[in-house]
């Protein structure tokens, strides 16, 4: 697998712990999502990327729609690939 940003293959895998926390001011006081996803970081630029487990991902819509955020119809019943760059 290449790095999406640099194309570097030289990338590890780590087990990882995140909190997912819900934007605006109205959501100071409700809990975030906990998930623990494995995150893939390219060695070379530290571009970094995890998929959410399929049921930590149902944790996550159910608490998005119950904090009235819709979920756009369509959506795959699947985890979730989110990459981001940590530079």
């Known amino acids: 697998m290449r790095c999406t940003s640099c194309a570097s293959g030289h ?10 926390h819900f934007r605006g001011l109205q959501n100071l006081d ?3 999502v ?5 995150v893939v970081v390219c060695l070379d630029c530290g571009f970094s990327r995890f998929t959410i487990p399929k049921t930590e991902l149902a944790w996550a819509v159910a608490a998005a729609q119950t904090n009235g955020r819709s979920i756009r119809k369509g959506e795959p ?3 979730q690939s989110v990459g981001f760059d940590c530079s």
Do not use: D, Y
Not at 11 to 20: D, G, K, L
């Open 77 to 79: 019943e699947r985890s």
């Open 34 to 38: 906990l998930v623990f996803p494995n």
């Open 11 to 20: 990338h590890v895998e780590f087990t990882a712990e995140v909190n997912i």
């Open 30 to 32: 409700r809990p975030g």
